[in-house]
């Protein structure tokens, strides 16, 4: 078992979402390699933690890695979003740590990462959808552009959409060097100079699309929501701006109907010296609501 993933925020989610009262349940939404699991279940003996990943190759590294706590952690496969909806009033905490793990850029070989020429897939689950080459592949140009801009504020859509057509019409897009490739083409010289490489919001963006995440965010956030116990606490750790904007969003207009409050005023982000040990943190942003009303009075 090699662990690759560097939790982010770790300090602040066991302040803000340990528990308040003894045998405590918890639900790792997101537990990827287990990195937060294991903080809690150091820190808080007696607290039980369900962990759910939608990739059963990351969910095994996590199981590896918590076996020693035996029956205090539970694991499933699966879309959290599914899982929760299936559990009214569960949980008394409930963490979502979005996104994809160190784990997809660098080991997975599923073309998550623009600097390692591996087949374009993308996905989480491997077993359903459409990869990302279907994609790349299938979707017409005004439509490519639209989610370039609308998943990552990709500045170039246009020119970058224009191209990669362009580019298949001399054959299938299979793997992420070849779509590095023709983004890098298709920018100015100055974009391909700045500090993030001119392909970053592409792969974002197709990484997104392949696996739903802006799609799904409202299904994930409301089910979440109904699976807690009043007074129970949801934590969410976003890394795009538009995810934590929808997140906030989302906060904020159920917080006017009263039927939560705010645990952070504003979004918790990474200090100085988290940033400087794992990098990847710089673009963290927790956010944690406490429940305050059942379904049937919201
Ligand atoms: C940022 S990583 C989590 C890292 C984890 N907190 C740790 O300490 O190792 C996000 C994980 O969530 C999974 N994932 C993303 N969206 C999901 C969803 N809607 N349902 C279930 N799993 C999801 C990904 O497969 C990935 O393993």
Not at 5 to 34: C, N, Q, S, W, Y
Not at 206 to 211: F, I, K, P
Request: net charge positive; hydrophobic share 40%.
């Amino acid at each position: 078992m090699e662990i690759v993933h560097t939790p982010v925020l770790v300090k602040e989610t066991l302040v803000f979402l340990g528990p308040r009262r003894d045998g405590e349940l918890m639900a790792d939404g997101t537990i990827g390699e287990g990195g937060h699991s294991e903080a809690f279940l150091r820190n808080f003996p007696g607290i039980r933690i369900v962990g759910i990943d939608a990739d059963q190759t990351i969910l095994e590294t996590a199981k590896k890695r918590l076996a020693e706590f035996g029956n205090e952690i539970e694991l499933h496969v699966g879309w959290a979003q599914v899982f929760f909806a299936e559990r009214r009033n569960t949980f008394d905490t409930i963490l979502i740590d979005s996104g994809i793990s160190v784990f997809h850029y660098t080991k997975s070989g599923r073309g998550f990462s623009f600097s390692k020429d591996e087949p374009l897939d993308m996905r989480l689950d491997t077993g359903q959808g459409k990869s990302a080459a279907d994609i790349v592949a299938e979707l017409p140009e005004r439509d490519f552009a639209d989610l370039l801009f609308n998943n990552a504020e990709e500045r170039y859509s246009w020119r970058i959409a224009h191209a990669v057509v362009e580019a298949r019409t001399r054959g299938r897009i299979e793997s992420a060097g070849a779509l590095a490739n023709i983004v890098e083409r298709a920018v100015p010289p100055a974009y391909r100079r700045a500090r993030l490489h001119p392909a970053t919001k592409t792969f974002q963006a197709l990484r997104m699309a392949v696996n739903g995440e802006l799609i799904r965010l409202p299904s994930l956030l409301e089910n979440a929501m109904n699976a807690l116990k009043v007074q129970g606490r949801l934590g969410f750790i976003s890394f795009e701006s538009l995810t934590d904007r929808m997140v906030k969003l989302f906060f904020k207009e159920r917080c006017t109907a009263k039927k939560l409050s705010l645990v952070t005023k504003s979004a918790v982000c990474a200090s100085v010296e988290e940033v400087r040990r794992n990098p990847p943190s710089r673009s963290a942003r927790l956010r944690v609501i406490e429940k305050k009303r059942e379904k049937e009075n919201i």
